[in-house]
């Protein structure tokens, strides 16, 4: 596969795991709202209270969290790139139908990508940042190790699914 | 066809917007006037992300719009966009006046034609 985008260390962190579970459901665990809501919040810090996807070019990556005490905040964004069972790529950078947004947040692109290996899927999340004080910060406030823990809910929810 | 689109993809994103307690406290601060971001941050025990990302949310929908001036970014209410809203609900009372006057003209005959009768 073509590489689209360079990995660098110092702005950006990537988590890899194996999936014992075939591409196609990897893929529908991540794009469908029915299963983001089983995964995608650290369960002991919250739930998602609400979850919109439009799965292609210029779609809205909407996906509201609850934590505990009940206060939700919104995650909001645009997605870029969509190849089926390959790759998922979403920026935080800009709003729905690619509208530049305005704010004043840490904004970062996700990148999702599987691949076949055996009867299982590679699967890798890169989040790539502006530089090293965003990357820094996300670190700090908690994104980082929410996603990791995100990212093994979503190897347990899918490999239930099987 | 298209125009009905958009204006319901507009309603989407206003009643969106309006569906939250914290950017619904924020319209009405807001209404009162101008604010800058960490203004409208400190009645709220929230992480600045998550309040942004708020905020960000309110700007999309097109209720609020901001300016930035050096590093401060300042708020303020944008009033046209309620009308999506206003002009929803008011067309779903018009909706409902009608069918009740209907309805009660209705009885009113019915009352009249058994005392004729």
């Known amino acids: 596969m073509s590489r689209q985008f360079a990995f660098n260390p110092k702005l950006d962190f ?5 999936i014992d579970a075939p591409t196609r459901l990897v893929w529908e665990a991540l794009t469908k709202p029915e299963h983001l809501k089983e995964w995608y919040m ?16 210029g779609g809205i990556f909407s996906i509201d969290i609850a934590t505990a ?21 979403w920026t935080s950078m800009l709003f729905p139908g690619y509208r530049p947004a305005v704010f004043d947040d840490i904004p970062i692109t996700a ?11 590679r699967y890798v999340f890169t989040a790539l940042h502006r530089d090293e004080a965003d990357l820094e910060k996300n670190k700090a406030s908690g994104f980082y190790q929410g996603t990791e823990i995100a990212v093994d809910q979503f190897v347990e929810h899918v490999t239930a699914m099987k | 066809m298209v125009s009905n689109m958009v ?8 009643f969106y917007a309006l569906s939250n307690p914290t950017r619904r406290k924020v319209l009405e601060r807001l209404s009162v006037g101008p ?11 929230m992480q600045l992300p998550s ?5 960000s949310v309110l700007e999309r929908s097109r209720l609020v719009k901001s300016t930035k001036c050096g590093r401060v970014r300042t708020y303020e209410i944008a009033p046209k966009r309620f009308k999506v809203a206003e002009d929803w609900l008011n067309a779903r009372r018009q909706q409902w006046e009608t069918r009740l006057d209907q309805f009660d003209q209705y009885v009113t005959r019915l009352k009249e034609k058994e005392s004729s009768s």
Do not use: Y
């Open chain 1, 14 to 18: 990537a988590i890899e795991r194996f």
């Open chain 1, 42 to 57: 650290p369960k002991p810090w919250g739930r998602v209270s609400r979850a919109e996807m439009d799965v292609r070019p």
């Open chain 1, 69 to 89: 005490d009940g206060q939700e905040s919104p995650n909001l964004g645009c997605f870029l790139d969509v190849i089926p069972m390959e790759r998922l790529v």
């Open chain 1, 111 to 121: 990148i999702v990508t599987m691949e076949p290996v055996g009867t299982g899927t």
């Open chain 2, 7 to 14: 204006q319901s993809a507009a309603a989407d994103e206003v």
């Open chain 2, 35 to 45: 604010a800058t971001v960490s203004e409208l941050a400190a009645p709220f025990d």
């Open chain 2, 51 to 55: 309040f942004v990302q708020h905020l």
